[in-house]
């Protein structure tokens, strides 16, 4: 089986602050795995390299089978152009903390946009799917609203339609519920839950462990730039094997 995404040997530096330090990671079709860890660990760091937010300085990430960013020209590797790029990175889909909506756009035009433009949907196919994917986050109401009519978890919703409207392979979360009031943390857990068990493949940086434990295939602790623990999530979540898991766990659990 092709993994989903593989990171072989990913570095990123900062100057001379290595902040991911040769990571590498299999993620296999269907898994849903979320990663933990202290401010400042690398966690948002991995996924910006992964999508090529971020430029690795050293390793390679790979969707499946598809190394991402580079190729091969007369022997030697090569950055690849801005537009190749482009389209490989709409196959990897990323949910930010802060939505990041076009605010001068309804939603339904903030979800018609990229499927438009970087795919080439016509219009009517590209607002005929983006209905249906709003029907799905529960806001079939919303297409013609603003985002500033929403709420934060309204807003994190459509971001994740936003995403879907490009039917990447793969879904990147990154700390997606970290700014909504703790009340609107349910519903955007709840759509996240439905993707995941839908067959989604996703890497979910994230502090809610209960959605971890209840969700996750694999939990990853990542501390000082490197992965200390991968396994299942009770496993890491109950019964870690290592002590630097075990004192983050003791602090926020
Ligand atoms: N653009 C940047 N320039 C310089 N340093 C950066 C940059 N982005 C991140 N860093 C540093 O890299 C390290 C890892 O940051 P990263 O955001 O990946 O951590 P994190 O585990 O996601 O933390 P948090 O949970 O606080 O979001 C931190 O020390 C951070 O200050």
């Given at each position: ?51 090529h ?8 990430v790979s969707v499946?089978?598809e190394v991402i960013g ?18 490989q990175?709409?196959?990897i ?161």
């Open positions: 089986m092709t993994a989903a995404i593989v990171t072989d040997q990913l570095v990123k530096r900062y100057g001379s602050h290595e902040v991911l330090r040769r990571i590498d990671l299999e993620v296999l079709p269907g898994q849903v795995v979320c990663v933990i860890g202290p401010s400042g660990s690398g966690k948002s760091t991995l996924l910006r390299c992964i999508n937010l971020e430029q690795p300085d050293d390793g390679t499946d089978g580079v190729t091969h020209r007369r022997g030697r590797t090569v950055p690849l152009g801005a537009a190749e790029l482009r389209r990175r709409a196959e889909g990323m949910v930010f903390q802060s939505f990041n909506l076009f605010p001068h756009m309804t939603v339904l035009h903030n979800l018609v946009l990229a499927p438009m433009k970087v795919r080439g949907q016509s219009r009517a196919e590209a607002e005929r799917r983006a209905r249906v994917l709003l029907g799905q986050v529960g806001l079939a109401d919303y297409a013609g609203a603003y985002p500033v009519q929403l709420s934060g978890g309204q807003q994190q919703r459509v971001a994740i339609a936003r995403t879907l409207a490009m039917e990447p392979k793969v879904l990147l979360f990154d700390e997606p519920t970290s700014a909504l009031d703790p009340e609107l943390v349910g519903e955007v857990l709840d759509v996240m839950r439905k993707l995941a068990h839908a067959g989604k493949t996703m890497i979910v940086v994230t502090h809610e462990l209960g959605f971890a434990r209840e969700v996750a295939d694999r939990v990853i602790f990542m501390d000082e730039g490197l992965i200390v623990e991968d396994g299942p999530a009770d496993q890491v979540l109950s019964n870690p094997r290592e002590k630097r898991t075990a004192a983050f766990l003791s602090k926020v659990l």
